[in-house]
């Protein structure tokens, strides 16, 4: 692809070889400490409903105290759950994708180190994970 440089082009790149105005500095727009999270992930896949509460209890709590920003929760998506074939069991809350995320919006305890929990992730059926986003420790 060859495209020649037009005459207006070749003009206004001249003119603003010529120009005294000064440019924005963009880059010191960016700050010199750039925000960083501190992540960590935790897997629950292989856990019982009653394990992976707890696991998350005693999880959450170790990132709150250790400064950790934001936790991903690998829940898997539920399509090999068991509890499906269960007539007696509820569909989402027998599956951890959906009963982790409701089981910590439910601790008032756990909600005072949460931010923000991503449960457009948790609606989601092709996404098998959600984040959690942890208060600053005082």
């Known amino acids: 692809m060859n495209k020649k440089i037009s005459d207006k082009d070749k003009q206004d790149w001249q003119e603003f070889l010529n120009s ?43 990132c ?7 936790i991903n929760v690998i829940t898997g998506k539920g399509l090999r759950s068991k509890n499906l074939n269960d007539p007696y069991q509820s569909r989402n809350l027998s599956i951890l994708k959906y009963s982790v ?11 005072n180190k ?18 959690i986003f942890l208060r600053k420790k005082k």
């Open 101 to 111: 995320p409701n089981f910590i919006k439910g601790s008032d305890h756990l909600m």
């Open 114 to 131: 949460i931010i923000s929990i991503d449960f457009e992730a948790v609606e989601n059926p092709s996404v098998g994970n959600f984040d």
């Open 20 to 62: 005294t105005d000064k440019l924005e500095n963009k880059d010191q727009k960016i700050s010199s400490t750039p925000k960083r999270y501190i992540e960590r992930s935790i897997d629950l896949h292989g856990y019982t409903l009653e394990e992976a509460n707890q696991k998350m209890i005693s999880y959450i709590e170790e």
């Open 64 to 70: 709150f105290i250790n400064g950790v920003n934001k």
